[in-house]
């Protein structure tokens, strides 16, 4: 080719797609995002403010649970909502009160246009919700700005080993979702059906493809790495890769960086609000998308809290349609005050600490972070894969994936440690198993706490 594709794509193919078979404003949606990171946080912070107090005002007239709920702690008119440190008195959000209130949190001025949405159900209960088109450019036009902060811009030729359809999909849906993939430049690898006995082809594929990035669930990929060091393999060298969808722990960055010799830049998201949070170029943390949301943390007492591990709390400042304002999405995260100095404006999430319902729970009260177990595994290199599942307060089930020609493994050292953290109110039971499959959302779940 003559023509560059990602100059050619940015340059003509975007604007057509999105302004002339679409009729969309995407492009402006996606120039105004960059522009806003030459801004100076204050500036964001603003531009924030008005953001929510328009959305505020548009909940109180539009959306009646709102109203009712804002009224029963005494605000008798949206005004009195003055601050942020009054917003954050405001009732939290959680999925049951989403569940058992969903008509009265729907827009009627976009029900019918919305677009309904669901999570994985990784907690066993699958999650619906909706949002407004706009928002859902809005959202798009967020993404594409944090992966071009770390080199993987529209139009670049990516690899994604990622999640696909799943389910009764139609033969033309796939058609026209690999049209799209290969307009867009992304080879799409399909995550879900990698396994030890064809993880070479996806190898293969990518020395064959040499993308420029490399996106990627979190454990695929770290599995990928674990093979190619293993079988000593050269790799094409991406320039950059982004990962997401689960929590991205020192020892998995460093296999990663290792196999492919480039670094590994780390996202936060969920199907809620699509991305919340990526790392930069100096991998300091990750930047929040405040001109998009707004991101609290709050202790067990709901305060606020920062440099401190806490419930995540997000209000989507664009979506209108159905408005999700101070929603609890059952993560964990730990926010800061310290600026980075790569020279994009966006606060700082220092670390995402996992899911709330990942802390694993002991007779005597004890508290076991999700995080401890990965910590704790890293050390065995018999152990390719594991998970730890509740289903009684007194009893554990440790599943584990063995490496190859593993035959006669030692649990008494991971049994000691479990011990020493629950005081030994657990029973422990080791279960080998030959795989730990993905959740559809691309989780594979370190811990899964059913108590």
Request: aromatic share 10%; with cysteine.
């Amino acid at each position: 080719m003559f023509l560059n594709y990602k100059y050619v794509f940015r340059k003509y193919l975007f604007p057509f797609y999105y302004k002339t078979l679409k009729n969309t404003n995407m492009v402006e949606k996606v120039s105004d995002a960059n522009d806003r990171l030459l801004w100076s946080q204050e500036k964001l912070k603003q531009h924030q403010w008005q953001k929510l107090q328009e959305l505020l005002a548009f909940c109180w007239v539009n959306i009646p649970y709102y109203k009712k709920t804002w009224q029963s702690i005494g605000i008798s008119s949206v005004e009195q909502i003055d601050s942020l440190e009054v917003f954050s008195t405001l009732p939290i959000l959680t999925k049951d009160d989403v569940r058992n209130n969903y008509n009265e949190l729907v827009s009627l001025s976009s029900k019918s246009t919305n677009i309904k949405k669901s999570t994985g159900g990784s907690t066993g209960q699958p999650f619906h919700f909706e949002l407004n088109m706009e928002s859902h450019e809005d959202r798009l036009a967020i993404a594409w700005r944090g992966y071009k902060e770390v080199g993987a811009d529209l139009g670049t030729k990516a690899v994604y080993l990622w999640g696909v359809s799943v389910g009764n999909v139609s033969k033309f849906r796939k058609v026209k979702e690999a049209l799209y993939h290969r307009f867009f430049n992304n080879y799409m690898l399909n995550s879900f059906e990698m396994n030890v006995s064809n993880i070479h082809e996806y190898v293969d594929k990518i020395n064959r493809i040499k993308p420029t990035a490399i996106v990627s669930y979190v454990n695929p990929l770290y599995e990928m790495a674990k093979y190619i060091i293993k079988n000593n393999i050269k790799m094409h060298q991406p320039k950059t890769i982004v990962t997401g969808a689960e929590a991205l722990y020192d020892y998995q960055v460093n296999a990663i960086q290792h196999a492919f010799g480039c670094n590994v830049h780390n996202t936060y998201g969920c199907r809620e609000f699509m991305l919340i949070s990526s790392e930069c170029k100096k991998q300091k943390g990750l930047h929040i998308n405040i001109d998009q949301l707004i991101v609290e943390t709050i202790n067990r007492s709901g305060e606020s809290v920062m440099e401190e591990s806490g419930d995540i709390i997000i209000t989507d400042l664009t979506n209108y349609g159905m408005p999700l304002i101070r929603y609890q999405n059952g993560d964990c995260a730990t926010l800061t005050e310290e600026q980075c100095d790569c020279g994009n404006p966006l606060p700082i999430m220092n670390s995402v600490d996992g899911r709330k319902l990942d802390i694993i729970k002991c007779p005597n009260g004890q508290l076991l972070p999700g995080e401890l177990f990965p910590h704790m595994f890293k050390d065995y290199p018999w152990i390719s894969m594991f998970q730890v599942v509740q289903d009684q307060l007194d009893e554990i089930e440790v599943k584990i994936v063995l490496s190859e020609n593993e035959k006669s493994p030692d649990f008494t050292p991971i049994e000691k440690i479990i011990n020493q953290y629950s005081g030994g109110s657990l029973h422990i039971n080791f279960n080998i198993v030959d795989d730990i499959p993905l959740t559809p959302s691309g989780k594979r779940r370190v811990t899964v706490c059913k108590v």
